[in-house]
T-cell receptor, first 114, second 113 residues
Framework: SQTIHQWPATLVQPVGSPLSLECTVE??????LYWYRQAAGRGLQLLFY??????ISSEVPQNLSASRPQDRQFILSSKKLLLSDSGFYLC?????????????FGSGTRLTVV | QKEVEQNSGPLSVPEGAIASLNCTYS??????FFWYRQYSGKSPELIMS????GDKEDGRFTAQLNKASQYVSLLIRDSQPSDSATYLC?????????????FGDGTTLTVKP
């Protein structure tokens, strides 16, 4: 069966510090992978998606970057965090054949930038 | 205008009642629609998907899609306190666009015992 892992679960980081969030999936090969962010009380905003190793598409210009060094690994990074980077970061892969947006999400990382 | 809009909550219903959650979308190219349930502090969980006009039932949940009106809804029958959560509506396209989805801001449902 397919599983998705994210860590850490919570993170408090000072403004200007670097960030690295990791997501790994098991039980599937070469899945599409997505990073979403959820601000408090809001819906999910797509940040990056990847259709394969080394292939990253950015949806919004921002202070973040993503990488996919391995088939089942997706990393979200920042060199210098801003207060506005606070939020709930979610990694996802397609649940349904044919894609279309039905996802299974990881447990998420709650990031607070102070 | 947001691409996916949900009726502003919060929504409160008594236990055993029908909860009705509504969503409209602006992109006529959207082909697939999803409802997610998100408990406080947790990640969203996919509970319903619908692709064709009409109703789709799964247990106490019924999703309804009307592409002409660009309208999606979720009905929860015999609402239980455990249904209290935020419900997110999302729309996407099948087999294209890398399977991306656009989400609404969610409607928070409270079911009172």
């Amino acid at each position: 069966s397919q599983t998705i892992h994210q860590w850490p679960a919570t993170l408090v980081q000072p403004v200007g510090s670097p960030l690295s969030l990791e997501c790994t999936v098991e039980g599937t090969s070469n899945p599409n992978l997505y990073w979403y962010r959820q601000a408090a009380g809001r819906g999910l905003q797509l940040l990056f998606y990847s259709v394969g190793i080394g292939q990253i598409s950015s949806e919004v210009p921002q202070n973040l970057s993503a990488s996919r060094p391995q088939d089942r690994q997706f990393i979200l990074s920042s060199k210098k965090l801003l207060l506005s980077d606070s939020g709930f970061y979610l990694c996802a892969y397609p649940t349904l054949a044919g894609g279309g947006g039905g996802y299974t999400f990881g447990s998420g990382t709650r990031l607070t930038v102070v | 205008q947001k691409e996916v809009e949900q009726n502003s909550g919060p929504l409160s219903v008594p236990e055993g009642a029908i909860a009705s959650l509504n969503c409209t979308y602006s992109d006529r190219g959207s082909q697939s629609f999803f409802w997610y349930r998100q408990y406080s502090g947790k990640s969203p969980e996919l509970i319903m998907s619908i692709y064709s006009n009409g109703d789709k039932e799964d247990g106490r949940f019924t999703a309804q899609l009307n592409k002409a009106s660009q309208y999606v809804s979720l009905l929860i029958r015999d609402s239980q306190p455990s249904d209290s959560a935020t419900y997110l509506c999302a729309g996407g396209t099948l087999n294209t666009n890398a399977g991306k989805s656009t989400f609404g801001d969610g409607t928070t449902l409270t079911v009172k015992p």
